[in-house]
């Protein structure tokens, strides 16, 4: 962790050095292009997972503020707060008088951001190549092209390093993962079920059933998962539930339960990917050391 | 049932209580189906043969005694609770418009799903994994039924009672804004509440187990029960205030009672199924329109109606998108509002 911020400042120099006084022109995620008078200065961000990647990218001094759910790296604390993507404060955005505003899909706020004349850059992340690409397209636009492949190698070795402690044991184990509140399920097609993938975990939820179905939790019954996961302070009701004494992971206690932190950073698809993968293989070392059937 | 048609055997008409029999025979029917339906829908879809093969297999205490069952049969619970408390409702309110959620429990029981699930999610720093694991379990459930039931405490002190309707039906109104508005802010504070309440707002069967069961079939019985006991001075409150006075009737008592069994059963609903829509307010209108009766009749109806919609409900939310499922309220609010929609062409073209 330390080492990794070490790089981030070592990046941050680089960068300020790099930005050149260039036009930059991408394309977004609705194949409008967007260009710049040179690589933006002032930077508004509305999603944690494009603040994280800038701030990886080495360009965390160019934020000016951030969405309410923001708030890593630690330092983005210290921003002003706009709002979320679905209540953003037009009058704060417009105030910071920033070069460019980071968001995903749509929403109104972009509209309105946009006709006040404000460039808006929407980019989706709902897999690891959205991630890898909006790495790269971020980094042209901030005059540092050379950084988003940096960023994405050294996802790629968490990811592998992270692949290569995963017990014998536990490799093509069925997986079940559960995002909170509806029960969703993460399902292979979603990026929580690529790293599980990666990991060399199968999921217990096809592809077909789309990123993250609301299931019959009877399906879950029947998949029989060996291996469960999902926020810690929601799995103790997991048994609770009607027939769920059943599923061998519940039974058989091979449970990942993360916490507040770590649930968050797993399920959140920007530039830390690497290290959610490296939480989960290090949950699946803890169970196997405790002797996987 | 038996009640019901016992009920409808004590009307003294005889065009309407061959009516009520032919309701009464095609609810028990309705049920009957519902739950076999119920029994037959997996995580496949509903299928007989499924259901045969599964039977059969090593799996059939687990999936069909332990999941399908108590899903279906609370189903069936909460969904009479419902059509029970609308009944009453209507009949309190004398207005057919009237809904179970009116007097604030809807909201209230809102506001304690979500304070609950804010404290969880800040509890994870607050009160550490323990403290928030216990909310969790005694949590939702609990904490929607006291909701549910102090909605309609402060609708009742705010109308300084329930005897009149309009005070009552506007101090409704206020609490449910209030409330409704002081959850928005707490999950505009603590978005992660967001979803957990949005799941309990939209009604939910899917973790109904036995024990579950246990507390709502106690809850209807001994509302049955008591309903059963003031059916005449309901029907003697329809005649209008004035005329139950003059029958000697305590009103402001036996109205304070009739809000008291419909919010416990609301609350009682609410708090294991979420803010499933419509059922309650559209079970009794069917009872209604299909063989009106004496109130003891009406609710115990409305009861069987409200238990064979949301059965139904259930079992479409389960099979339309297998294996994956929609929130069951959503079916309701959809099978209801083209109810409603129905009747207005009805009434239209009349």
């Not at chain 2, 949590?139 to 309009?166: D, K, N, Y």
């Not at chain 2, 499922?325 to 207005?344: C, D, I, N």
């Amino acid at each position: 962790m330390r080492r990794w911020f070490c790089s981030l400042l070592a990046g941050l120099a680089l960068a300020g050095g790099a930005a050149l006084a260039q036009p930059v022109e991408v394309l977004d995620d609705r194949g409008q292009a967007l260009r710049l008078e040179r690589p933006p200065q002032r930077i508004v961000s509305l999603l944690p997972s494009l603040t994280e990647s800038v701030a990886a990218l080495g360009a965390g001094a160019r934020l000016v503020g951030v969405d309410r759910y923001s708030n890593w790296p630690p330092e983005v604390a210290a921003l002003p707060r706009l709002g979320g993507l679905d209540d953003a404060q037009i009058e704060a955005i417009v105030r910071l008088k920033p070069d460019v505003v980071l968001a995903s899909s749509s929403a109104r706020a972009l509209d309105r951001l946009e006709a006040l004349g404000l460039p808006v850059l929407r980019l989706k992340s709902d897999s690891h190549a959205d991630v890898r690409r909006s790495l790269r397209l971020l980094a042209r636009l901030l005059g540092t092209p050379a950084e988003g492949e940096r960023v994405w190698a050294r996802i790629e070795a968490q990811l592998a390093d992270a692949q290569a402690r995963v017990p014998v044991a536990l490799r093509g184990r069925l997986v079940y993962f559960e995002l909170g509140g509806g029960p969703y399920a993460a399902g292979a097609s979603s990026f929580i079920g690529e790293t599980l993938a990666r990991l060399g975990l199968v999921n217990a939820v096809p592809a077909e059933l789309g990123p993250f179905p609301k299931l019959n939790p009877e399906f879950v019954v029947r998949a029989r998962p060996e291996l469960v996961m999902g926020a810690q302070r929601e799995q103790a009701a997991l048994r609770a539930r009607p027939g769920w004494q059943a599923v061998p992971a519940l039974r058989e206690g091979r449970l990942c339960g993360f916490d507040e932190a770590g649930y968050e950073l797993l399920i959140r698809p920007g530039p830390r990917l690497g290290e959610g993968a490296a939480l989960i293989a290090d949950c699946l070392q803890r169970l196997g050391a405790g002797g996987a059937r | 049932m038996s009640r019901a048609l016992a009920l409808a055997g004590a009307a003294p008409d005889g065009a309407d209580t061959r009516r009520r029999h032919r309701l009464a025979l095609g609810l028990v029917l309705a049920l009957l189906l519902g739950g076999l339906a119920g029994l037959a829908t997996g995580s496949d879809g509903l299928s007989l043969r499924a259901l045969w093969a599964d039977l059969q297999g090593p799996d059939a205490a687990l999936l069909i005694g332990h999941i399908r069952a108590p899903r279906t049969l609370g189903a069936a619970l909460v969904g009479a609770l419902l059509g029970l408390a609308g009944a009453l409702a209507q009949g309190l309110f004398r207005n057919p418009l009237a809904d179970p959620y009116l007097l604030g429990s809807a909201a209230g029981a809102g506001l304690g799903v979500v304070l609950v699930l804010a404290a969880a999610s800040a509890g994870g720093v607050v009160l550490g994994l323990a403290g928030a694991a216990w909310i969790e379990r005694l949590g939702l459930v609990g904490a929607a039924f006291v909701g549910a039931l102090a909605g309609v405490g402060l609708t009742l002190s705010l109308a300084r009672g329930a005897a009149h309707t309009l005070r009552l039906l506007l101090a409704g109104v206020v609490v449910g804004v209030m409330a409704g508005a002081v959850s928005d802010l707490i999950t505009v504070a603590v978005p992660e509440a967001l979803r957990g309440k949005q799941a309990f707002l939209l009604g939910s069967t899917s973790f109904l187990g036995w024990p579950a069961l246990g507390l709502l079939a106690t809850g209807l019985v001994a509302l049955l029960a008591l309903v059963g006991r003031f059916a005449r001075a309901l029907d003697a409150l329809t005649l209008g205030e004035d005329s139950a006075a003059s029958l000697g009737l305590d009103l402001p008592r036996l109205r304070l009672l009739l809000v008291l069994m419909l919010s416990a059963a609301t609350a009682l609903a609410v708090s294991q199924a979420g803010l499933v829509a419509f059922v309650g307010l559209v079970a009794p209108h069917l009872v209604r329109r299909a063989a009106p009766g004496p109130h003891g009749w009406l609710v115990a109806a409305s009861a069987a109606m409200g238990a064979a919609l949301l059965v139904l409900a259930d079992v479409l939310s389960r099979a339309l998108v297998a294996p994956q499922e929609l929130p069951v309220g959503v079916v309701t609010a959809v099978l209801g509002g083209a109810y409603l929609v129905w009747l207005l062409k009805q009434r239209g073209a009349r």
